[in-house]
């Protein structure tokens, strides 16, 4: 069973992260039909070991592959990057497309002139000039200090939002309004979607969803978003998003009863955990909130709970 505590910590991050905000040249090549945004700021990052413990050991393996990408390029992404955000949106018949957007004090002249060097020549797409990383993935200069990348479709349907009119980030007043409220709260924040945040939930729920009347709010869940800090211990907080406050009451209740069914059935670690975590709604909104010490929550990195969401 994917248990409620481990997927709301992780298992969203696998759908899979900061304190600065996106940047203007980040948002005008992130499409309309977000499903989730993870923003990780690194220089959090770089300070907190249980942070860094965390994205080790559950770090989705497209995340990975995004760093990979940057080392390929010369890019560090522990010691150069300030901010990394990666973005999974819907394209064409519906299928996940992901890019990534790293923001730092890169160097791009001594990039530009190495790529000159060796006679790696960009190619045109729109206004963009795109270069490979190596990795089977392509990259972007947006300006000097942010850089866009990904697999092909995936970059030239970001392209297509800056330079070709495709619907933005902006025309997404539910994603972009949850962006506003939470990009200046976090070491790791994330949004997702309608229906990244009815699986999200579903699979949170676990065996407590299998008993109760989830599929009664499904449809009423519009989005979500968290955050998670490592400034004096571990804190997260999720909120989910409803269409009306009686939804959002059920919701709250259904999630309690997960929370109590783990409390029952967890391992010791567990269930210290879950004696720090609450779970309320006000108006349309459901809120989760847990906190802990560094020390209990490494050792809560260690059990079987993260162990059955992360291989």
């Known amino acids: 069973m994917k248990q409620l505590f481990a997927i709301l910590l992780v298992g969203v991050l696998g759908l899979p992260a900061a304190a600065a905000p996106l940047s203007t040249s980040a948002r005008t090549v992130i499409p309309s039909a977000i499903q989730q945004i993870i923003s990780v700021d690194y220089r959090d ?3 907190s070991q249980t942070a860094q413990a965390l994205r080790d050991r559950v770090m989705p393996d497209n995340v990975k592959q995004f760093e990979n990408a940057l080392r390929s390029v ?11 955000t990666f973005v999974s949106y819907r394209g064409p018949k519906n299928g996940l497309l992901a890019i990534g957007i790293a923001q730092g004090p890169f160097n791009q002249k001594d990039f530009l002139s190495k790529a000159k060097a060796r006679k790696i020549k960009p190619a045109k797409y729109q206004l963009a000039d795109i270069y490979p990383m190596g990795t089977g993935m392509q990259m972007v200069w947006l ?12 970059l030239k349907g970001a392209l297509d939002v ?4 495709a619907e933005s980030l902006a025309s997404n007043n539910t994603i972009n309004d949850l962006i506003t409220s939470i990009e200046n709260s976090a070491t790791i924040w994330s949004v997702l979607d309608q229906q990244g945040t009815q699986n999200m939930v579903r699979s949170a729920l676990g065996e407590a969803g299998s008993i109760t009347n989830f599929d009664s709010v499904k449809k009423r869940l519009l989005a979500s978003d968290y955050l998670m800090n490592f400034n ?6 999720l909120n989910v998003k409803t269409s009306d406050t009686v939804t959002a009451a059920t919701l709250s209740g259904l999630m309690q009863a997960g929370v109590l069914y783990k409390r029952m059935s967890g391992t010791p670690t567990e269930k210290l955990a879950l004696e720090n975590t609450t779970v309320d709604s006000s108006n349309d909104v459901v809120t989760m909130h847990f906190k802990t010490d560094d020390q209990r929550f490494q050792a809560l990195l260690k059990s079987d709970l993260f162990a059955a969401v992360s291989r």
């Open 162 to 165: 800056r330079d070709n009119g």
């Open 45 to 47: 990052l770089r300070d």
């Open 143 to 154: 300006d000097p200090s942010t850089i866009l990348f990904g697999e092909t479709m995936a």
């Open 74 to 84: 010369g890019i560090n992404p522990d010691k150069d990057a300030e901010q990394l």
């Open 232 to 237: 004096n211990g571990v804190t997260f907080d």
